[in-house]
């Protein structure tokens, strides 16, 4: 069993930057999984931020390209999304997810194993 762990939510003002953390536990080889984050604003549905696949590829929602980057260190067993430029709608509830294999997927039901969620604010 997998298990996620997120670090790195805050309050930031807009136009500023943060950087999620997400480890994973219960497996020797994160490699083997794709990695993403998903968001959830409050009073919305959760949406999917970005992925970076097990063999490193990476996609991302039109509303964070250019802005976020998904990246990966497998011997650390973690994934991360430094967000730049951020905007007051960027404000959301962050959670990272995994699945075993190969996904490029933005779709939520796609992923096994989720975190509990890190917050990021952002304010005008």
């Known amino acids: 069993q997998v298990q996620l762990v997120e670090s790195g939510g805050g309050s930031v003002q807009a136009g500023g930057s943060l950087r999620l953390s997400c480890v994973a536990s219960?497996?020797?080889?994160?490699?083997?999984?794709?990695m993403a984050w998903f968001r959830k604003p409050l009073g919305k549905e959760r949406e999917g931020v970005a992925v970076?696949?097990?063999?490193?590829?990476?996609t991302y929602a039109s509303s964070v390209k250019g802005r976020y980057t998904i990246s990966r260190d497998d011997a650390k067993n973690a994934h991360y999304l430094e967000m730049n430029s951020l905007k007051l709608e960027d404000t959301a509830m962050y959670y990272c997810a995994a699945v075993g294999g190969w996904s490029l997927s933005l779709t939520d039901y796609v992923y096994d194993y989720w975190g509990q969620g890190t917050q990021v604010s952002v304010s005008s």
């Open positions: 219960g497996t020797t080889d994160s490699s083997r999984y794709s």
């Open positions: 970076i696949a097990s063999a490193g590829q990476t």
